[in-house]
């Protein structure tokens, strides 16, 4: 989808509340002494507007968030929906998801979402998903033993292609759906903004929930 410009984002988000963070390799290693806690971390990679972790957030207050976005334009939007909120346990990160061994530290967060990730259709982008081996390496370093990822897509060619990639890079698979919100499983499912609109479309939901072998 076409990413909508914001006017002044770069200025609107150096001038944002404390929950914005631009650079996070200070953080490095003391993500919770950051958050005044030793709660679990998760993280989103591709937050968009941020309705997902903001919605987290919300439900789970015993949990910390870190919604990372590198285009400033997407995140000033989650910027100015977090502002009318008064969470301490969630903070947005500018960054690229290319960064993480920089910004996180071995075995600091224990969950990553990948939500309507950008697919990169053309074969010669595929290094850029962010199911392939070069960031399943990246997510193996800075997840916890046991750490979970899941993902989610409409997108078809995406959801198989993650799904031989995390194969191929010797990951456990704990679900895999081809209709998440049709399954018979009595849960409460946080949507994405792109999700609802892919449902009112009645296009499915692929699902994967995985973690790396020990």
Known sequence: MRRRNVKNADQRIKDASLNVITEGKEHKGSWSKLFGNNNPIHLEIGMGKGDFIIEHAKTNPNVNYIGLEKFPSVLIQAADKLSDTHLNNLYLLLVDAATLDEIFEKHEIDKIYLNFSDPWPKARHAKR?????NFLKNYEQILKQDGLIEFKTDNRPLFEYSIVSMNNYGM????????LHNR??????I???????????GNPIYFIQ???KK
């Not at 998903?129 to 081996?133: F, G, K």
């Not at 456990?172 to 209709?179: A, G, K, P, V």
């Open 172 to 179: 456990e698979f704990l679900e895999l759906s081809f209709d």
């Open 184 to 189: 018979n499983v009595d849960e409460y499912i």
């Open 129 to 133: 998903r962010l199911t392939s081996s």
């Open 210 to 212: 995985t973690k790396f």
């Open 191 to 201: 949507k994405t903004e792109y999700e609802k609109k892919f449902m009112a479309k």
